[in-house]
């Protein structure tokens, strides 16, 4: 199973504002009617039940949303950019490049905006006045943006079943599913997570086979990590001992302290303890004497076989009312670790606002979004256009900012990726 994938994802940048003006033969000083331009495309990410798995993500790991189209005379806008959807199953987390949590899909529908699409240009027609009839000046469209995310998939489902390799968890899941893993008398048969759906007492659940754990999971040895993960959505755990073990309780043992080592709040989930291989009669004659050797009396015991279904009915009894005393709402690992310090609280990224004004090796540079967007569609060459832009800069501030830092005639001025000379 593919678990864990870096993305790369690009929104679309917005279209830039149009400069024109009108021109039908009997309408004089028609004025302006450059439309805006288009909104580039979103890069979304939504839940979706019918996905899996993160496979997909295997070979296509780039992602870009269209662009918005420029405005154009008549006042007409630009078309936006196409968004683009990207499917994941549900359970999966999203992490920026600093592995923060940042979104977690935890319903069928469920979006997240990953990168929201460059807003469009205004036309010229935007920047008419009284004293300005005929605006020669327009907006660019607004960039889009480029991240890295990492998706991590944590399965959801109701009842987890864990234990050392070769426990007969992939026996179990078959008896109680359509699940069809792959099954041999030797560890590490199952690599992979399997889920599969449960109907039992006119109730259905979701169940999947967690691979077996080994000593140092909680440090990644192995796969541990990969499937520990996985644990934390579940609510109820099937701790399947291998009656034919030398040591069974040492195993259950060394099963909970890796469970606890990697999130305290795991060893806190109920856990039905099963002794499994009853069928074979050197376990069915130590059964009793295995679970004496358990030596936890909290524990819910039951002595089981996967291959013939003895005891199994009981087991599936009580984890149906276990269930049922459960509130119904998924786990997640942000609840456990909600506290003040490192709560995952999702808000957008704020787009910067207002003016502000940096001197570096001489040169003024301005930081204005707005106006950096118009800087960028203005002919240098045009007197009036200058004179236009001089009287927005006015208008927005930085005239006063700039003024206000200290510029004199003759420095030289940055806005975005335009330089002149101040006069």
């Not at 009108?22 to 939504?46: A, C, L, Q, S, T």
């Not at 889920?195 to 077996?212: A, Q, T």
């Not at 080994?214 to 990644?220: P, T």
């Not at 606890?260 to 989930?269: C, D, H, Q, T």
Request: charged content about 25%; glycine content about 12%.
């Amino acid at each position: 199973m593919i678990d864990s994938v870096l993305i790369q994802i690009t929104s679309g940048s917005g279209g830039d504002g149009a400069i024109s003006g009108r021109h039908e033969k009997f309408v004089p000083r028609g004025g302006p009617d450059g439309g805006d331009g288009g909104r580039g495309g979103n890069v979304v990410i939504v839940g979706d039940h019918n996905e899996n798995t993160l496979i997909n993500f295997r070979y296509e790991k780039n992602f870009a949303a269209g662009n918005g189209e420029n405005g154009a005379k008549a006042k007409k806008h630009g078309k936006n950019g196409d968004d683009v959807v990207i499917r994941v199953p549900v359970g999966t987390q999203i992490l920026n490049e600093d592995g923060r949590v940042i979104a977690d899909i935890l319903s069928t529908g469920e979006e997240y905006i990953g990168a929201p699409g460059g807003r469009g240009g205004y036309g010229n027609v935007k920047y008419s006045s009284s004293t300005s009839q005929y605006p020669v000046i327009a907006q660019a469209g607004e960039e889009g943006l480029k991240k890295s995310l990492r998706l991590e998939l944590k399965l959801i489902a109701d009842v987890g079943i864990i234990g050392v390799p070769n426990a007969g968890k992939s026996s179990l899941i078959t008896f109680l599913t359509a699940a069809r893993p792959k099954i041999a008398n030797y560890p590490f048969t199952t690599i992979d997570p399997v889920l599969g759906i449960v109907e039992h007492r006119d109730k259905d659940f979701v169940m999947v086979d967690i691979p077996g754990l080994i000593e140092g999971a909680h440090k990644g040895v192995g796969l541990g990590h990969e499937f520990l993960r996985h644990i934390e959505r579940t609510k109820v755990l099937i701790h399947l001992v291998d009656g034919t073990s030398e040591d069974p309780s040492g195993d259950f043992r060394k099963i909970n302290r890796e469970l606890e080592m990697f999130n305290e709040a795991l060893i806190g989930k109920p856990q039905i303890l099963a002794i499994n291989k009853v069928d074979l009669d050197e376990v069915r004659i130590l059964a009793e004497d295995i679970r004496d050797a358990m030596g936890q009396s909290g524990w819910r015991f039951h002595i089981v076989s996967a291959v013939s279904g003895e005891g199994i009915g009981p087991m599936m009894d009580e984890v149906v009312q276990v269930l049922s005393e459960l509130p119904n709402t998924i786990p997640s690992k942000l609840s456990f670790e909600a506290t003040e310090e490192n709560i995952a609280i999702l808000r957008p990224e704020p787009k910067r606002r207002g003016v502000s004004i940096s001197h570096e090796n001489g040169v003024f540079i301005v930081q204005a979004p707005g106006v950096e967007r118009i800087a960028q569609r203005i002919d240098y060459e045009d007197w009036l256009a200058r004179m236009q832009f001089y009287k927005h800069m006015q208008k927005t501030g930085v005239v006063k900012a700039l003024e206000e830092a200290g510029i004199s005639e003759g420095d030289t001025v940055r806005i975005g990726n335009v330089e002149w000379e101040w006069d």
